[in-house]
C-alpha cells in the first residue's frame, strides 16, 4: 500500500479534486480568507488556485511526501511565500493560538486521528480565530448512508485512509468550535456515495 500511496494515489486525487463541482466550493470557501493561516491537508495545492493574493501568510502541511511535486509547481507561481511541513495534523509543530484560521477542504476524512487533529487546530487557532472547512461525510439519505457505512473499509484502502462515513460537523463541535455558518450541497459530477458536503466556517469562542 505504501507504493499505491506514494506512486499511484496522488494522480488519482489530483484527478477527482480538480473536478468543476469541487473547484467552485474552493471559491466560495475561501473568497475572504486573509491573515495568519495554516492549511491542514495540502494535497497538490489545489487551493491555492482560490486563496486571496493578498493579505496572507500561508503555512501548509502534509502527511505524504509524493504530493509535493505537483504542490511546488503551484507553489512556485502562488504571489506569496508558502511555509510547506511534511508532517502529520494530530501533532502541530506550532504554539498555542498562532494562526487567525485553519483551512481543512476533504481532510477530515481521512486523518487516523481525527480527534486528536481537530483538537490540534482548536490549540493553534486564535480565540475568534476561524476553521474554514469542506467536508463530504455521511448523507441523510438513509439508503446511501447504508453503502456508505458497507464501502469505507474499501474505502480507506483505495482512497488512502478516506472514510466515506464521518460526520464532519459533529466532530468539528466537538472539538469546541462554535459552528458560524455552514450548509449542506452535492457535488453531482461525483459519485453519489460521495457528493454530500458541509462547507462553512466554525470559530474558536474568544
Known sequence: MKLYSQLIFPHLLEWIMSRPGMMQLRYKLLADIHGKVLEIGFGTGLNLL?????????????????????????????????????????????????????????????????????????????????????????????????????????QKRIGDGCHLNREPLKLIQQAGFHLERHEHTRVHDLPRLGHFMSLGTAIKPA
Not at 506569496?80 to 498562532?98: E, N
Open 50 to 154: 482560490a486563496y486571496p493574493s493578498k493579505d496572507l501568510e500561508l503555512t501548509t502541511l502534509d502527511v505524504n511526501p509524493a504530493m509535493q511535486t505537483r504542490a511546488q509547481k503551484r507553489v512556485k507561481h502562488f504571489p506569496l511565500p508558502v511555509q510547506h511541513h511534511t508532517l502529520d495534523g494530530a501533532s502541530l509543530p506550532f504554539a498555542d493560538a498562532q494562526f487567525d484560521a485553519v483551512v481543512s477542504t476533504w481532510t477530515l476524512c481521512s486523518i487516523p486521528r481525527v480527534d486528536e487533529a481537530l483538537l490540534e487546530m482548536y490549540r493553534v487557532i486564535k480565540p475568534g480565530g476561524r476553521l474554514y472547512f469542506v467536508e463530504h461525510g455521511l448523507d441523510p439519505k438513509p439508503g446511501i448512508a447504508r453503502w456508505q457505512h458497507r464501502l469505507t473499509p474499501l
